[in-house]
């Protein structure tokens, strides 16, 4: 079973950035792919960006171009980097790990408030 914890939300000024962090631990060694979802009051869950096991990457429309998905995989670490961030970007991030037999893992999950 894998944990996930998030970090790094908090508030932010229109244009600012943040960067999240996803550290997991338990059976870490193998996954299938790792991301970011979000989820805005009164809205649906939906992916942000996504990093495969082969290191490759998918992102949103909406943040394409201003969020980066990275990984370290010494540190079994996933990480956000949220540039220019919009007040439409306020939403509670939640970490995402599918392992090999595509069992889901969610981290408690953390709040971004983007202020004007």
């Known amino acids: 079973q894998v944990q996930l914890v998030e970090s790094g939300g908090g508030l932010v000024q229109a244009g600012g950035s943040l960067r999240l962090s996803c550290a997991a631990s338990?059976?870490?060694?193998?996954?299938?792919?790792m991301g970011w979802h979000r989820q805005a009051p009164g809205k649906q869950r939906e992916s942000v960006a996504t990093?495969?096991?082969?290191?490759?990457?998918n992102y949103a429309d909406s943040v394409k171009g201003r969020f980066t998905i990275s990984r370290d995989n010494a540190k079994s670490t996933v990480y956000l980097q949220m540039n220019s961030l919009q007040l439409e970007d306020t939403a509670v991030y939640y970490c995402?790990?599918?392992?090999?037999?595509?069992?889901?893992?969610w981290g408690q999950g953390t709040q971004v408030t983007v202020s004007s």
């Open positions: 990093i495969s096991s082969l290191g490759r990457t």
């Open positions: 338990g059976s870490t060694k193998n996954f299938f792919s």
């Open positions: 995402k790990h599918v392992d090999p037999w595509l069992v889901t893992s």
